[in-house]
Antibody, heavy 115, light 108 residues
Framework: EVEIMESGGDVVRPGTSLRLSCGAV????????VRWVRHVPGKGLERLAS????????SYGEEVEGRVVVSTDIVKNEVFLQLVNLRREDTGLYYC????????WGHGTRVTVSA | AVLTQEPSLTVSPGGTVTFTCGSN?????????PYWLQHRPGHAPRTLFY???DRHPWTPARFSASILGDKAALTLSGALPEDEAVYYC?????????FGGGTMLTVL
């Protein structure tokens, strides 16, 4: 069975950084693109970053470009999202999505930015 | 670019409802590869359709997707209580992959 697991969410202060991790069981994240998507209450879903199967191509959502970096460890079957200079409006549930055509979603890891 | 969806819709059990998704950048076409996703409270989102009308194995047959006029459309025929959710469109626009604002569906 396929499962995606996110981790690394925390309660942090504005201006700090956080690194989220995404792992998978039952399939290789490197088989296809992996995306990070967040859900912000009252705002809906937002694509933050995408990385291709071998990590050679990345793209970022306009609202977070410059403050996030996506990377992958193919050997460990993991994808990471580094968030820097966090703001209160970054508070939300962060999902990792793997497989073709947004096929497999994790259950999310919660990030809370609060003073 | 901004994708616009109805903020909310209501359907009676067993009824039919159509969601739409328009773009301020111009007509929605298959080239934008529209997706439709369902997000139920307390659950992870799940993708129902991709490339306009291709369905994943878990997509119930009561859902269908298409292009209607200059918008992407998702139709639910025979609504069930468990279909209460927020439905999002997603498209590959020139500058970004963008989600619509979501439509809250109430089955009542």
């Amino acid at each position: 069975e396929v499962e995606i697991m996110e981790s690394g969410g925390d309660v942090v202060r504005p201006g700090t950084s956080l690194r989220l991790s995404c792992g998978a069981v039952g399939f290789r994240l490197s088989d296809d693109w992996v995306r990070w998507v967040r859900h912000v209450p009252g705002k809906g879903l937002e694509r933050l970053a995408s990385i291709n199967n071998d990590g050679s191509v990345t793209s970022y959502g306009e609202e977070v470009e410059g403050r996030v970096v996506v990377s992958t460890d193919i050997v460990k079957n993991e994808v990471f999202l580094q968030l820097v200079n966090l703001r209160r409006e970054d508070t939300g549930l962060y999902y990792c999505v793997g497989g073709d055509w947004y096929r497999h979603w994790g259950h999310g890891t919660r990030v809370t930015v609060s003073a | 670019a901004v994708l616009t969806q109805e903020p909310s819709l209501t359907v009676s059990p067993g009824g039919t409802v159509t969601f739409t998704c328009g773009s301020n950048a111009g007509p929605v076409t298959e080239a934008l590869r529209p997706y439709w996703l369902q997000h139920r409270p307390g659950h992870a989102p799940r993708t129902l359709f991709y490339r306009t009308s291709d369905r994943h194995p878990w997509t119930p047959a009561r859902f269908s997707a298409s292009i209607l006029g200059d918008k992407a459309a998702l139709t639910l025929s025979g609504a069930l209580p468990e279909d209460e959710a927020v439905y999002y469109c997603l498209m590959s626009l020139p500058t970004d992959q963008t989600f619509g604002g979501g439509t809250m569906l109430t089955v009542l």
